[in-house]
């Protein structure tokens, strides 16, 4: 898929962690599709992963900003503006933490000091983001503003911990903040809601192998990958979805309205 449907449109990508992440996939994706843009990570995760040759494939700089953090964020905007040359014309907030998920806290023995943590990581971040671009005015007309979600935002997911709180935080913002986005800047904001996928963030899950097995046979159309999650992200950025916002998308093989496939019944009957 190479239309040139995001030409001359600039954005700044957050999240590119290693080549399997979903923000590495879409910066490709974007480059392929015309886009230039800034790439931008929190410092300690430049550090160990490989974001600059990423910057270097698509001919991109780099700009260190915890996303938690407003005088980074302001930074990185008007940094990002310079580069560029002009406002923005969309964002990926492709961020996710939880300390209790990756020190195996479980959700009923929560320490709410990290639950903290990640809330704000997962999802304030958002919103001071979306506060950051308002205040500056730094998006253009008709731009678009995507973060990514999970459907245990909705639905019980046990070992999503509190990761499904902080999704479910994070759509909400994605709907409040879009509303004013929408009206004052005309600006559109949604989330995607994403197939499982073998990402640094999703290997913090457990039962990560298992579960992508069970969504894999839920789904009519099998588990979305991440290059297909970039590209549906490609067609967010673009005028073809002008007036396409506060939505949560679900992009995920039809999983989240599936009640149980013909698969998994199979499955359960062979094993009694
Ligand atoms: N992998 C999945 O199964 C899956 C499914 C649905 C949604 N998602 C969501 O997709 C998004 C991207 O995750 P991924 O799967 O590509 O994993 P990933 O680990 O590659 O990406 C997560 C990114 O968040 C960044 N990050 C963490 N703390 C930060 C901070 N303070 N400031 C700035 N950046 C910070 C990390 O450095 C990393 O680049 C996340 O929101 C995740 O929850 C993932």
Redesign the pocket.
Known sequence: MSHQILEGKKGII?????D????WKTAESVADAGGTFVLT??PV?MRMGTINALAEKTGSQVIA????NKDDLEALIDQSQTILGGKIDFVLH????SVNVRKGKHYTDLNHDWMAKGWD??AV?FHKLMQCLYQKDAMNEWGSIVA???VAAQRTFPNYNDMADNKAYLESIARSFGYFFGKDKKVRVNTIS????L????KGVAGLDGFLKYAEKMSPLGNATAKECADYTVSLFSDYTRKVTLQNLYHDGGFSNVGVSQEIIDAISSAE
Do not use: R
């Open positions: 957050f999240g590119a962690l290693d399997q992440s979903i923000a990570n929190a995760a900003a915890d996303a938690t492709s961020i996710g933490m990581v997962s971040s990514l979600s999970y994403q197939s499982p996928t990402t640094t963030a999703g």
